[in-house]
Every structure is written in structure tokens, then in C-alpha cells.
């Protein structure tokens, strides 16, 4: 009789001279081993072929889940549904921010009724999961969270990919289902192992944008299940998706910082020239950081300047008024401001009096703001790129950006967050931009990004 | 450790030399002990003044010790001080209940508080913080409101290191770096070495071996359950908390393949030049052995009648590869008359756990045909029940000391 044991991210079977692939015979340790990932093809594949086996791997249980939250799933919510149901409960939904992903996993999570593992990229949605989930389930089953000081396994657990990639194979034979959120992470070449750790035989992956620049896009079938269901933000803009209105506002240095500016700026372009650098893509910017950090003279004063230069931009004095400004006009309004630094976000949480959000935030203050400002007892919040990558903030009638990064990504999913659909409503997005440094530039690069 | 933005290593000819300050440089062990002065110095300040310091010093001290990468050095050493610190809360007022009534009165105002007074009296953010200051008795709400971030921590204790100390950290630390990019390591040790310590922390470390004879010792080599299906990173990080374990023993030498910036390359060492010091203090098991040993040799060598047994210092590592340990042997009897060898092993610090492990093994040894004795203390373990049970399964006890016959005995 074959036995399957879970052994540290890996699948053991005993009891059986030879076994298919992806088995190997491990002459170490003298087992016949696959990687925790076979587990769905393997018990099926014996079921079928009518092998007696035992199995001692799999440590996952029944979980009775039903939401608290009652919610009719829009058209497009059910569609998904069905043709993740189709595909044998596993595969990857491709929904716009906003369209409402965690609740389609939400109803996959009742659908599937087992321990349950969900996968993010940062903290902060770490702690947007717990409180979804704990709004959902929490009379039925404890949520647990690895990851970010927390190390509590439970039958439904929210992690991180780091903590993932650290812990799955001490955890890996729990959950029966994993859901990978922003699975556009799960290629790069760190977390792809995840998976292999992981006996769950069914999963779900949600993302706005599986494509990778890296083309990892091409291992997500074999990671998390092949592309089952795919809505573009066109495909549901004005039915589901509020129409907004993008603002830009110039805002011009004041004669110090333009000298400031100028200097640094001098500084930074010399190295550029002297090692012949191009500037015109993110990867660009990482060959940059490397160089200077290893570079013979100049490098760390290079390093510096670049820091200083884009200090300026972000910090312009005006920009600080600007904001004051558009808080007073939109006081009714629900305003989320977009800082690019924690200590900017800190500096103005402390100038206007307004919370701030950052990954430092523990998770239950951040839970207690983010009501808050939902039922409109705070009337904005400034937040870091923590509400990045789907972390829900519904009914923001106003995003201001007070300076971003040139990402795609990044961008279209800022947007997102005002993009909650709610009846007679107009968004507006301001964008502050800083005139005559690079920052036009980004700027426009990232509107032609979404044109 | 260090994180991997610290780490720093040559490539030359595919293999890989690892940065290292040399302990005997004057300028390197200045700057090393004015990284220790300013932590010392901060003793009580908050986290963001000595990130502040450390910052500005870092411009200071790093070009003296190298033109390029003097700041990553001084960044790396500041790290392993970091490690060293201690950190406390700075208020007795709670800042989040602080914070949390200032934005709940500034989101009340019909619009947003003034940043000056005005003509229309508006209120203003004065207004607010003053209110806040009176119901909560807390002098300053502004500088209180974030107190419990990381930056306004206090560096409530710093266990200080010599110089030294801090630069043979940085080493050792240097090639730990290295080795998290490894996908496996390849150690030869020689006769000589600890085999056992070397097997404690493969265990620990849930790395996964493969042990081969080789000429004047046995070649190890390591990696983890994974790395079977292609070689993998993911052990990286344990085979660098391995290596202070290898370094408390010696003669060795080392080779691992490391995936280094999407490149092959190659880390050696060798034990009789590596200079590097463990800061590890080794399993306490083998602390407390050591003495327990000496003794038991001192009493055979006493013994006026050991029959036909000669006890040798032991030599051999027999593998359990299933169980993924294998046992190390203290001492090899051999009976002169029959030919008949007797393997024992002395433990030292013992837990519940490892006799259990030890009786297993024991049966699956005289399985293939090995004698082992296993000798336990009465006094090293946490439980007399676990231990008369394990005495049942084969383990010698014994009080303070073991004497030569209670293994006689069990030989015979």
C-alpha cells in the first residue's frame, strides 16, 4: 500500500518500488519524493488507476464558510465564479481594481469550504484581508495572520509572499485552498517556489495585470491555474466603474529650491554622462543605483544628489499650499492624499491635523481609520504607497497625488481607489506636478500608460 | 547578519572573495570603535537621532577605509551593531489615544484648521492641539502624536563589543552574505573535527545531507528537500546560520555553489586560513559532554581490568540518512580476542526528545549489524521517568561520572 506524507514542502510516498513523475527517487534520504504541488495530480491519479494508498499528507479540514456579509455578486463577479468552477477550482481572475476581487475570492472561499491560505504582497493588504475576512467569517472561524510580527496559523490565514516563501513549508500541508492576491508577484523567481511548497489542490489567483515585463506571466498556469476570466477596465468603465475627471496642477519651485535643485541636478546628470547612462525606463534607474553604489569616485555623492533632487521635487514648498488649498474645496468630499514617502506622510499628518496610513500603522488603528473615514467621520486621510495594489478605500470622492513613481502599475491602480462605483458620483484625481524637472515627464509617461 | 544591500564580494575567475577588514588595520579598527562610541553615546536618545548620526558618519568614516565602498562598510557594521541594541518606549502617554481625539476634533471643524490666525477667526490648528492639551494634560500633543513610531524608539540598551570583536563579526557576517545566494555546500571535514557538533546544526537547520568517505575524513554535502527537483536559493539563508556552527570546529574546507547576481560562482574557505571566528557558543549538549568525556577516559585508563577491550578516541560517523541525522560516535572499543567493535556514544545535555531519538536509532543500528552503546547522565537530563524508560531500550546511565565498568558490564 502507497503512503503520501508531507515532508517540509515536499511530497514522500512509501510503499511502492516505483512511482510516476514528478516523483524522484531521493537517494539522500532514501524516499521517493515530488514537490508538495503534486499532490492533486498524484491522489488523483491513484484514485483512478484504483491503487490503494493512504493518505497521510494532507492536514487540511472541512470549514464551514459562510459570509455574514450579504452582498448580490455583480454579473461579471458571478461569470468569473462559474468559470473558476469550471476549470476545477483553480485558476487566475483578471478584474480592474475596483471591480471587486476579494469578493469573488470570498465566494470561492465558500465554495471550496477548507482551510484556506491567502497570499498578498504587503502588509498593508495583509491587514486589509484580515479585516475582510474577519467582516465575513469571523463568528465561524479565527483569522489568523503570518507575517509582519504576527505568526498565528489558523484555519484561515492571510500571509505574506515573504513569509510565504520563509514558512509555507513548515505550514504547507494545512490549507486545501490558496488564493494568491496580485498574483503578478507570484512568477518572480523568489516566490514561484511557493507553490511547489503547498499541497492545496485548489487555488485562485486575482490581479488587474498578470503581464510581467520579465514574461513570467507564461508560468502562471503551471503556478496558479490558467487565466479562467478576463475584464478589461473599458469592458465595465461607466456600467460599474464611476467616471472621473484628472486634474493636473503645475506646481512651480520657489527661487531657492530651483537653485537647490539646479545643483543637484548638475550633479547627478554629470554622472550620468561621465558613465553613460540612458534615464528613460525603471530598469534604467536600478542600472543607475548600482553603479554609483559600486562606482570608483563620485558614485556615493551621485547617489546623494539623486536623493536630494528628488527630495525637492516632492517636497516643493507649494506644493504643501496647493494641498491646503484643495483639502479646503473638497472638505466634504472624502479626500485621499497619495505621498510617496512615510516621513512626508507623517510631516503632513501633523500639519493638517488628518490621519495617516502607512505600513507602519498596526493593523487594528488602520481598521479603525479606514471606518472612520468610510462612515465620513474623517474627512481625508494621507496615506503612503500602502494603499497601493487593491487596498480598499470606498467612496474617496477625491485622490490628490502629491508625487509618484513613473510605474504603470502603480498608477493605474492609484486610480482605482476613487474609482469605487457609488450612484451620482464624479471623482476627481489631482495630480501635483513639479515643472521644469523630471517630473513632467513622469507624469505624462504615466497618462499615455493609461490613454 | 547582514541584509543582502551590505553584502560585497569579488568575482574572480568564477569564484568568489568575499570582502573583509582586516583586525590588525589601525583605521579599521578606529572607525569600528567610533560606530561602538556612538551607539554607546545614544544610550537613551531616540532611534532617529543615531539614524541620523550614523547617516552623517558614514560620509565621515567611509572614505578613510575605502574610496568607493567605505559607506556600505560603515552601513554593514552599523547593522551588526544594531543587533547589539536594545529598544524602549519614550512616553507615559498613550499617543494613539492622543492622535486620535486631535484628528477627531480637526475633522469636526466646518472646514480645515487654519495654519494662522486670520481675520475670519476660523479656528485654527493652534486651537485644536491647545484643546487636545488641556483635556489630556499632555504638554505637547504635536510632539507626543507619533511617539510610538520605530524612529522616536529610545535605545534603551547596548551590549557593546571591542573593536575586534565587531570587525571579525563583519567577516564571518561578510561570507554568511554570500551564502545566501548558495545553493548548496560541499564540506570536507578532516580528521579532527567535531563531527557531531557539525551534525547538530545540520539537524537544527533542517538541511537535508549526503555523506561519502573520503580520504582522511567524510565529505558532507548539504542542501534542504527542495533542491532535488533543480537547485534552488531557498536553503541560502540556513547554510549561511551553518557556517558560525562549522566554525567552532576545525580542520575543514569548504566549497558552495552560489547563484551570484545571475551568475555561477564558486565560495571556498579553508579552515586553516580563514583566520574567522564563530560568535556562536556552540549546543550546550556538547558543552557539558566535553568534561563528562575527559573523565571516562581518565577512569578507563584507571580501570585495573578492561578483559580484552582497547578504547580509542572514535572516527567514524555512522548515517541515518532517513531519520536525516547521523550518529557520532565518542569512542570505538575493539575487543582484542574476538575482533568484535562497539561503538559509544556520551551524551551530554539531554531532553526527552533525544533519548526517544536515540533508542530509535539504536534499534535501526543493531539493524545493520552496528553495536552501539549510548551512555546518558543522570544529572544533564529534565526527566528520571524518560530516562529509566530510555534504560529499557539500551541507554547506559550513569551519576556524576561514567565509570569503565558500567560499560564493561554492558559489553559483556
Known sequence: MIELFYEAGTLVATGSSTLPEPFVWDGRTRQWRAPASAYRETVLGLRDAGVPHEDRAAAFEKVPLESRVAMEPRPYQREALGAWKQEGLRGVVVLPTGAGKTAVAVRAMERVGRSTLVVVPTLALLKQWYSVLQDAFGGMVEVGLLGGGYHEITPLTVTTYDSAYIHAERYGDRFAFVVYDEVHHLPAPKNAIIPRMLLAPYSLGLTATPERPDGGHELLPDLAGKIVYRRAPEDLAGTYLAPFELVRIPIELTAHERFDYAQAEAVYRDFLVKHRLPMRSPEDWQRFIMVASTSHSGGREALLAARRRREIREGAMRKGVTLETLLRRHWDDRVIVFAKSVEEVYALSRRFLIPGVTYETPARERKEILDRFREGRYRAIIASDVLNEGVDVPDAGVAVILAGSASRREYVQRLGRILRPREGKRAILYELVTTQTGEEHTARRRREAFA | ?412
Not at chain 2, 332 to 341: F, K, R, S, V
Not at chain 2, 402 to 408: I, W
Request: net charge negative; aromatic share 6%; proline share 6%.
Open chain 2, 1 to 412: 547578519m547582514l541584509r543582502s544591500e551590505h553584502v560585497m564580494a569579488r568575482l574572480q575567475r568564477g569564484r568568489l572573495v568575499p570582502h573583509r577588514l582586516s583586525p590588525g588595520d589601525d583605521r579599521v579598527l578606529s572607525v569600528a570603535a567610533e560606530l561602538c562610541d556612538l551607539y554607546a553615546a545614544n544610550v537613551g536618545s531616540p532611534r532617529a537621532n543615531l539614524e541620523r548620526e550614523l547617516a552623517s558618519s558614514e560620509g565621515e568614516l567611509g572614505p578613510g577605509l575605502d574610496a568607493r565602498r567605505g559607506f556600505r562598510i560603515v552601513r554593514a557594521l552599523s547593522k551588526l551593531l544594531e543587533e547589539r541594541a536594545g529598544w524602549g518606549v519614550p512616553t507615559g502617554s498613550d499617543p494613539y489615544t492622543l492622535r486620535t481625539r486631535i484628528f477627531e476634533l480637526a475633522a469636526a471643524l466646518p472646514e480645515p484648521p487654519a495654519s494662522e490666525r486670520g481675520l475670519l477667526e476660523a479656528p485654527t490648528r493652534e486651537d485644536v492641539l491647545s484643546q487636545v492639551a488641556v483635556e489630556t494634560g499632555v504638554e505637547n500633543p504635536e510632539a507626543t502624536m507619533y511617539a510610538d513610531r520605530q524612529g522616536a524608539q529610545l535605545l534603551a540598551e547596548f551590549d557593546r563589543p571591542s573593536p575586534e570583536t565587531l570587525v571579525r563579526r563583519y567577516n564571518v557576517a561578510q561570507i554568511q552574505g554570500v551564502l545566501y545566494s548558495a545553493r548548496d555546500l560541499v564540506v570536507d571535514l578532516a580528521e579532527g573535527s567535531d563531527a557531531r557538533l557539525v551534525f547538530h546544526y545540520v539537524k537544527l537547520l533542517g538541511l537535508i545531507y549526503e555523506l561519502e568517505p573520503v580520504s582522511g575524513g567524510y565529505r558532507l554535502r548539504l542542501d534542504g528537500p527542495l533542491s532535488i527537483f533543480g537547485a534552488t536559493r531557498k536553503y541560502g539563508l540556513r547554510l549561511a546560520q551553518f557556517l558560525p556552527g562549522l566554525l567552532l570546529t576545525s580542520p575543514w574546507k569548504l566549497s558552495a555553489n552560489v547563484d551570484w547576481k545571475n551568475r555561477d560562482a564558486v565560495l571556498e574557505l579553508d579552515s586553516e586560513k580563514t583566520g574567522l571566528e564563530s560568535h556562536y557558543l556552540g549546543p550546550r549538549a556538547e558543552r557539558e559532554a566535553g568534561d563528562v568525556r575527559e573523565a571516562f577516559v581518565r577512569a578507563w585508563d584507571r580501570a585495573k581490568d578492561t578483559g580484552d577491550w582497547k578504547l580509542r578516541r572514535g572516527a567514524e560517523i555512522l548515517p541515518f540518512p532517513e531519520k536525516k541525522t547521523a550518529l557520532v560516535p565518542d569512542f570505538t572499543l575493539l575487543n582484542t580476542a574476538t575482533g568484535e567493535i562497539v561503538q559509544l556514544e556520551i551524551l551530554g545535555f539531554w531532553s526527552e526528545r533525544n533519548l526517544v531519538e536515540r533508542v530509535a536509532l539504536l534499534r535501526e543500528a543493531e539493524g545493520r549489524g552496528h553495536r552501539l552503546l549510548v551512555a546518558a547522565s543522570e544529572r544533564l537530563g529534565t526527566s528520571q521517568e524518560a530516562l529509566s524508560s530510555a534504560v529499557d531500550g539500551g541507554i547506559v546511565p550513569f551519576k556524576e561520572r561514567l565509570p569503565a565498568r558500567a560499560v564493561l558490564s554492558a559489553l559483556a
